[in-house]
């Protein structure tokens, strides 16, 4: 994303914040406001905007170079406020103006380390709210990790920087002190939401302790000089004896078994470049797609990677509920309901099963790949690959644009997981 892009964004970010404010501040209920607030980040989710509170809780998987793209995305979030509490004051709202400077006024009497701690608090809710939107593999899930972490913020009186810009904008309670605030508020977010990635981390790495580095052509050890060998006493039938006894209770124990790998199928996958980067193709399938599928199950067994039975049994149910019904309406245009009443469904099953094994272990293969590798999608790629699309469905750009968004970043992750399966795929050992 370009530093225009990222700014912009992050002044359309703030602007959203501000109208949750908006909302927060038209109610009398503080339920109802906290409810109403949530419209800012759910908009700010669902189309792809920028908000500091949000991004600074990926810190962790970027390199310095983020930092900067931090700053740019707090200075559009502080714009955004400023252009919308400005417009504020101007218009005939003046409950709602009233209301801003009750609360920027309890906000800017509190103490900074006071401040500073309940922003802390605001953030592992925020962290919750966006990588719940993010990860969580069920539609229900994402957007309930989005309501309740911003409602528990706000009934909890937590402190949102980029909320607080807007409070303080429409108050019109802008100084120095003001600005100091503000900047202990940002702190104590950043803080926050690094928390919990800080400690997910640290358990990963004792769970997991990264072997220490081997060089390419070791030396060999050297070769003690075998010593000399007593000289053998003349074999006795006593010697003979005690020679077979041992060489029977040797024979006669079982080798000590290796113990097997514990897979955590809840785990979350940690890859490296050595770990999906060449791998061999013997034995693949022919036909890109299909040894791609099979590459990335040749990593899953590697590494141990796997998925929850809940999650393989509960998304069986669901595809086996949209096969049912494709059937039963291919039936009835056929006349084959008696061939349909006669379907083997334990066999049924288990087929959608594999199959559905086999797409979620590989989806999780992708998810860490994407994770490690971070590959960058140009606007180049994105125009090819909704070209790509216009073609396969027989439409127009404008249709596509219209799912897809103008600027197409909603084929965002569907380049980036094509990447990944081509780079498994080219760096595979033909």
């Given at each position: 994303?370009?530093?225009?892009?990222?700014?912009?964004?992050?002044?359309?970010?703030?602007?959203?914040?501000?109208?949750?404010?908006?909302?927060?501040?038209?109610?009398?209920?503080?339920?109802?406001?906290?409810?109403?607030?949530?419209?800012?980040?759910?908009?700010?989710?669902?189309?792809?905007?920028?908000?500091?509170?949000?991004?600074?809780?990926?810190?962790?998987?970027?390199?310095?170079?983020?930092?900067?793209?931090?700053?740019?995305?707090?200075?559009?979030?502080?714009?955004?406020?400023?252009?919308?509490?400005?417009?504020?004051?101007?218009?005939?709202?003046?409950?709602?103006?009233?209301?801003?400077?009750?609360?920027?006024?309890?906000?800017?009497?509190?103490?900074?380390?006071?401040?500073?701690?309940?922003?802390?608090?605001?953030?592992?809710?925020?962290?919750?709210?966006?990588?719940?939107?993010?990860?969580?593999?069920?539609?229900?899930?994402?957007?309930?990790?989005?309501?309740?972490?911003?409602?528990?913020?706000?009934?909890?009186?937590?402190?949102?920087?980029?909320?607080?810009?807007?409070?303080?904008?429409?108050?019109?309670?802008?100084?120095?002190h003001a600005l100091l605030f503000i900047i202990v508020n940002t702190l104590g977010n950043a803080a926050g939401g690094l928390l919990i990635p800080v400690l997910k981390k640290l358990?990963?790495?004792?769970?997991?302790?990264?072997?220490?580095?081997?060089?390419?052509?070791?030396?060999?050890?050297?070769?003690?000089?075998?010593?000399?060998?007593?000289?053998?006493?003349?074999?006795?039938?006593?010697?003979?004896?005690?020679?077979?006894?041992?060489?029977?209770?040797?024979?006669?124990?079982?080798?000590?078994?290796?113990?097997?790998?514990?897979?955590?199928?809840?785990?979350?996958?940690?890859?490296?470049?050595?770990?999906?980067?060449?791998?061999?193709?013997?034995?693949?399938?022919?036909?890109?797609?299909?040894?791609?599928?099979?590459?990335?199950?040749?990593?899953?067994?590697?590494?141990?990677?796997?998925?929850?039975?809940?999650?393989?049994?509960?998304?069986?149910?669901?595809?086996?509920?949209?096969?049912?019904?494709?059937?039963?309406?291919?039936?009835?245009?056929?006349?084959?309901?008696?061939?349909?009443?006669?379907?083997?469904?334990?066999?049924?099953?288990?087929?959608?099963?594999?199959?559905?094994?086999?797409?979620?272990?590989?989806?999780?293969?992708?998810?860490?790949?994407?994770?490690?590798?971070?590959?960058?999608?140009?606007?180049?790629?994105?125009?090819?690959?909704?070209?790509?699309?216009?073609?396969?469905?027989?439409?127009?750009?404008?249709?596509?644009?219209?799912?897809?968004?103008?600027?197409?970043?909603?084929?965002?992750?569907?380049?980036?997981?094509?990447?990944?399966?081509?780079?498994?795929?080219?760096?595979?050992?033909k």
């Open positions: 994303m370009s530093s225009l892009r990222t700014f912009i964004y992050g002044v359309i970010g703030g602007m959203c914040i501000s109208i949750g404010g908006c909302a927060f501040l038209a109610t009398d209920s503080k339920i109802a406001g906290a409810v109403f607030f949530v419209v800012g980040l759910f908009t700010i989710c669902t189309f792809g905007f920028n908000l500091f509170t949000g991004k600074v809780c990926y810190s962790l998987e970027n390199n310095a170079g983020y930092l900067g793209t931090l700053g740019l995305i707090w200075l559009g979030n502080f714009a955004g406020c400023l252009i919308m509490g400005g417009l504020l004051r101007l218009t005939r709202l003046t409950a709602l103006i009233e209301k801003a400077e009750t609360v920027a006024d309890t906000k800017l009497g509190d103490s900074l380390l006071s401040i500073f701690i309940l922003a802390i608090f605001c953030n592992i809710l925020i962290f919750i709210a966006v990588d719940g939107y993010k990860n969580n593999p069920h539609e229900i899930g994402k957007y309930l990790a989005l309501f309740f972490g911003v409602t528990v913020f706000v009934l909890c009186g937590f402190e949102h920087c980029v909320a607080n810009m807007f409070y303080i904008t429409a108050a019109g309670r802008w100084s120095g358990s990963e790495e004792r769970k997991a302790p990264k072997a220490e580095p081997v060089s390419a052509f070791p030396e060999p050890e050297p070769i003690p000089e075998p010593e000399p060998l007593p000289e053998s006493p003349a074999e006795t039938p006593v010697m003979a004896e005690a020679e077979e006894t041992l060489a029977r209770t040797a024979a006669e124990t079982p080798a000590e078994e290796t113990p097997a790998i514990v897979i955590d199928p809840f785990a979350e996958p940690v890859l490296f470049p050595e770990d999906y980067k060449g791998l061999s193709l013997a034995g693949a399938p022919t036909g890109r797609e299909a040894a791609t599928d099979a590459l990335l199950l040749k990593i899953a067994s590697n590494v141990g990677i796997a998925v929850p039975e809940e999650q393989i049994e509960e998304e069986t149910d669901l595809q086996l509920i949209g096969r049912y019904q494709s059937m039963k309406y291919a039936a009835m245009g056929n006349g084959g309901m008696v061939e349909l009443m006669n379907l083997d469904k334990d066999a049924l099953r288990a087929e959608v099963r594999a199959d559905v094994e086999k797409e979620l272990i590989c989806d999780k293969v992708i998810k860490a790949i994407l994770k490690a590798e971070d590959p960058e999608v140009t606007p180049e790629e994105l125009q090819r690959e909704a070209e790509r699309i216009a073609r396969q469905q027989n439409t127009d750009m404008e249709l596509v644009k219209r799912f897809f968004g103008d600027d197409l970043s909603g084929l965002t992750r569907d380049v980036k997981i094509r990447k990944v399966r081509d780079l498994v795929y080219e760096s595979a050992v």
